[in-house]
C-alpha cells in the first residue's frame, strides 16, 4: 500500500495525491472509532437490561424502528406490564426535522393570514382609506364586570412600545374615523379596564385597553405595515408550562371563546394571537393546533423580529368566555369550585371529542405510521381487556410502592396495566390510551388534568400525601362530578407518617424547609393538616404536598373495585346542559262563575281552566300558578291540574268589571324530559 501510495504522489500532483491519501486514513480512523463508541453504549444498555431481567423485573426487550426514523424500545415485565422509552426522529437527527416541520406551518399561516404591505402607495392607501377614513371600531356585550366582558374591536392595530429594558411591551391603538362605532362600553374603560384576556378571574395583570388616537395626527413613515384579515383572538396564556393550567385556563376557554363568537365549523379558522410575555418554546404550545388551524401569532417573538412594524387587525375579540372553567385558585381566598358550572361539564366533553377527531384524523394522514406499542395494547380491544392506566410521576411526588400496586391492579382485574408519564409519553399517545381506558390511578397533580379523555363511566383515583386533606384540594373531583362528564370519582390519602419521604432539603418551592429557622422547621413537621390556605407558597402546603408516598394497596383495589361497580349508572349520563327552560303560556284560558255542592251545601266557586301549552311535553312543568289582581289585594293560587276552583270570599264578593285572572306555567327543574339519551335507547329498543 505505502509503495502504490509513494508511486501516485510523485510528480506535479503529489502534494494534492497526498493530501487526498491522509484523509482517506483518518476517515477511516473516525469511522472505526465510532463503531467502537456505538458498541461501547450499545453493550452498556445490554448489561442494564441483561440486569434487569436476571432480577426478574424484566423478560423481554424489544427495540423497534419506526417509520419515522425514530427507535422505540417497548420493555414487559414478567406480568405483561408495557413500559416504553423513545427517541424520537428529532432526538435521533437533531432538530432539524422539527425546524423543517414548523417553518412548513409557519410559512403556510402568514401565506394564509398575513398580507405585508410591500409599497409606500400601499401604506399611504391603507392609513388614508381605513385607518383615517372608516376608523376603528367597537361594540360589547354591555356586561359591567370585566370578568364577563367580551369585545369585538375592527381595525384596529399593535404595535411595540420602546423599552429600555428587554422586554417587550405592547400598544393597541384605536383610530377615530369618520365610521367609527363605540357601542355597549362600560361606564369607564379604566376601571380596571376593557376586557381580560384570560379565563382567570380578576388578575389586573392580564387586562387589555387601548389608546385613542387619529391617523392623522401620526407618522407612519418607515413603518412596515402587516394586515391580518383572519378574525383573530387575543389571549393571555396563564401558566403554560404546566397541563392543568394549559388545559383549564387556556385551550378551554379559547375553544369557548371562539365557538361563542364564530358560527358552525369555522371557528378553528380564527387566529390565537398571544400576548404574554411568557417563553415562545414551550411544548405546550403545540397543543394550540386542537383551537385553531393556525399557529398562534405570539407577539412578544414578532415584535422581537420585526420591532419596527405596525400590526392591524381586520377584526380582534377581547375578553374571554369563562363557561368552560370549573376551578378557583385561591388567589384571593382559598381554592376550590367555582360557584357556577353549568356549562363547563358539556364544554370538557364537547373539547374532549374536538381533540379526539383531530388525533384520529393525524393518525389517518400518516402514511405507513407503525403504531406505538402503547397503543396496541388498547386498540380493538373490548370492554372487558380495557386497561387501567397509572398516571405516574417522573421527578417527585413518587408513588413508591408502584410496580406492587400495579401487579395487584393486574391480578385483581385481570387485564392490561399501562404505566403513563407526561414526560415520556406524548399528548396524542397519551388521549389515544385514556380514551379506551377502565379507570386512572395516580398521586394528586396536573397530569390528573388528562382524565377528561376517559369515557363515561371510567374511574379516577386520586392519591394524597400525609397531611394533605383531599377535601381542599378538589379541581379533578370537580371535573368528574360536572355535569355530563360521567367520572366515578374517589380519593384516597396516606394517614400513616411512616409510609412517607420528606425532603427538608430540597428547594423551597419543592418543599423544601431548611431555609426557615429551627423553631419553624419543627412547627411545619408537628402540623397535622395543612390548613386551608390561599395560593401559592404556603410552606406547610409545598411540604407536604412533596411527599413521596408508600400506598395502601388493598385500600386502593379496593376503591377500583367499588368504582367499576358504580360505572353502569354514570354511563348514559346525558351530556345536554340544563340551561333555564321557560314552558309555553297555557292556551284556551276561560273563567266562569258557578254554584257547585259542597257536603250538601250549595257554595258559589270561580272555576279557571285551560289547555296545557305548546311545549309542555318536553319542558317539565311543576305547577302553575293563577293570580288574581284587583284594585284592592292579591291572591296567588297554585295548581298542578288544568283549573283550579277558587272559593275565596275576597274574590267571589269582586265585581268581573274589578278581576283580572293570569295563569303562569312554573318549571322548577331546569332539564328535558326526554334526553338525547332516551332517545337513542329507544332506536336501539326497536
Not at 91 to 117: A, M, P, W
Not at 223 to 248: A, E, G, Q, W, Y
Not at 423 to 444: D, I
Not at 657 to 682: C, G, Q, Y
Request: with cysteine; proline share 5%.
Amino acid at each position: 500500500m505505502r509503495s502504490v501510495c509513494t508511486s501516485l504522489c510523485r510528480g506535479r500532483g503529489g502534494v494534492v495525491c497526498l493530501f487526498v491519501v491522509v484523509c482517506f486514513f483518518v476517515t477511516q480512523v473516525l469511522f472505526v472509532f465510532e463503531i467502537m463508541v456505538s458498541e461501547h453504549e450499545v453493550g452498556k444498555q445490554a448489561k442494564r437490561e441483561s440486569a434487569l431481567i436476571q432480577s426478574g423485573d424484566l423478560y423481554a426487550v424489544v427495540h423497534e424502528e419506526r417509520e419515522d426514523g425514530g427507535e422505540e424500545i417497548v420493555i414487559e415485565d414478567e406480568d405483561g406490564f408495557v413500559a416504553i422509552s423513545r427517541q424520537s426522529k428529532e432526538d435521533i437527527h437533531g432538530k432539524e426535522y422539527k425546524q423543517n416541520r414548523v417553518e412548513k406551518k409557519k410559512k403556510s399561516t402568514e401565506n394564509n393570514v398575513f398580507i405585508r404591505l410591500e409599497t409606500e402607495t400601499d401604506k399611504r392607501a391603507f392609513v388614508q382609506k381605513t385607518l383615517n377614513g372608516k376608523g376603528s371600531s367597537v361594540v360589547c356585550n354591555g356586561h359591567e364586570d370585566i370578568n364577563y366582558r367580551r369585545c369585538r374591536l375592527k381595525r384596529v392595530c399593535a404595535e411595540q412600545i420602546p423599552s429600555s429594558n428587554k422586554h417587550i411591551y405592547t400598544r393597541y391603538l384605536f383610530f377615530h374615523g369618520e365610521q367609527t362605532i363605540a357601542s355597549n362600553l362600560p361606564t369607564s374603560r379604566s376601571e380596571p379596564a376593557l376586557a381580560s384576556l384570560t379565563s382567570a378571574f380578576n388578575h389586573n395583570v392580564y387586562y387589555f385597553n387601548y389608546e385613542d388616537v387619529f391617523a392623522k395626527t401620526l407618522d407612519f413613515s418607515g413603518k412596515n405595515i402587516t394586515v391580518i384579515k383572519t378574525p383573530s383572538l387575543l389571549f393571555h396564556r396563564f401558566k403554560p408550562d404546566n397541563i392543568m393550567h394549559v388545559i383549564h385556563d387556556d385551550l378551554l376557554p379559547i375553544y369557548a371563546s371562539l365557538t361563542e363568537t364564530i358560527e358552525g365549523n369555522d371557528w378553528k379558522d380564527a387566529l390565537v394571537v398571544i400576548s404574554d410575555p411568557f417563553s415562545t418554546e414551550l411544548k405546550s404550545q403545540e397543543l394550540f393546533q386542537y383551537v385553531s388551524n393556525h399557529n398562534p401569532l405570539f407577539l412578544k417573538k414578532h415584535f422581537h423580529d420585526h420591532p419596527n412594524e405596525l400590526i392591524c387587525f381586520d377584526t380582534l375579540h377581547v375578553g374571554v368566555s369563562k363557561r368552560s372553567v370549573w376551578y378557583d385558585y385561591g388567589f384571593f381566598q382559598p381554592q376550590g369550585p367555582l360557584p357556577e358550572t353549568v356549562e363547563s361539564g358539556r364544554d370538557v366533553r364537547l373539547f374532549a371529542d374536538v381533540v379526539r377527531r383531530s388525533i384520529a384524523t393525524q393518525q389517518h394522514n400518516e402514511v405507513k405510521r407503525q403504531p406505538s406499542s402503547i397503543s396496541r395494547v388498547v386498540v380493538g380491544i373490548h370492554d372487558e381487556m380495557s386497561p387501567i392506566v397509572i398516571l405516574s410521576r417522573a421527578k417527585n411526588r413518587f408513588i413508591l410502592n408502584e410496580v406492587e400496586l400495579r401487579r395487584a391492579l393486574k391480578r385483581d382485574f385481570r387485564g392490561p396495566v399501562v404505566v403513563v408519564q407526561m414526560e415520556t409519553h406524548p399528548f396524542e399517545e397519551q388521549v389515544r390510551v385514556l380514551s379506551k381506558a377502565k379507570g386512572v390511578v395516580g398521586m394528586h397533580g396536573s397530569i390528573l388534568i388528562m382524565a377528561m379523555f376517559l369515557p363515561r363511566g371510567a374511574f379516577v383515583i386520586e392519591l394524597f400525601p400525609f397531611a394533605v386533606p383531599p377535601e381542599n384540594y378538589t379541581p379533578y373531583k370537580t371535573m368528574a362530578n360536572l355535569k355530563g362528564v360521567g367520572l366515578v370519582y374517589y380519593s384516597w390519602v396516606n394517614t400513616i407518617s411512616a409510609r412517607t419521604i420528606t425532603h427538608d432539603d430540597w428547594d423551597p418551592q419543592l418543599g423544601g424547609i431548611t431555609h426557615l429557622t429551627p423553631a419553624e422547621q419543627q412547627k411545619i413537621r408537628d402540623t397535622p393538616s395543612v390548613p386551608h390556605h390561599k395560593c401559592c407558597v404556603n410552606p406547610v402546603w409545598l411540604y407536604r404536598i412533596y411527599q413521596d408516598t408508600i400506598v395502601d394497596i388493598y385500600e386502593i383495589v379496593a376503591l377500583a373495585r367499588k368504582a367499576v361497580g358504580k360505572r353502569t349508572s354514570f354511563v348514559n349520563e346525558s351530556p345536554m346542559v340544563a340551561y333555564p327552560l321557560a314552558p309555553s303560556e297555557v292556551e284556551a284560558l276561560f273563567c266562569v262563575r258557578r254554584a257547585v255542592n259542597v257536603e250538601g251545601t250549595p257554595t258559589k266557586v270561580v272555576h279557571v281552566g285551560w289547555d296545557v301549552g305548546y311545549n309542555w311535553g318536553s319542558v317539565a312543568v311543576s305547577h302553575v300558578e293563577v293570580w288574581v289582581d284587583s284594585q284592592q289585594f292579591k291572591r296567588v293560587f297554585k295548581t298542578s291540574d288544568i283549573y283550579v276552583t277558587i272559593q275565596d270570599e275576597d274574590v267571589l264578593q269582586l265585581d268581573e268589571k274589578d278581576i283580572r285572572f293570569w295563569v303562569r306555567p312554573m318549571s322548577s327543574i331546569k332539564a328535558i324530559k326526554h334526553t338525547l339519551i332516551n332517545e337513542e335507547e329507544e332506536e336501539e329498543e326497536e
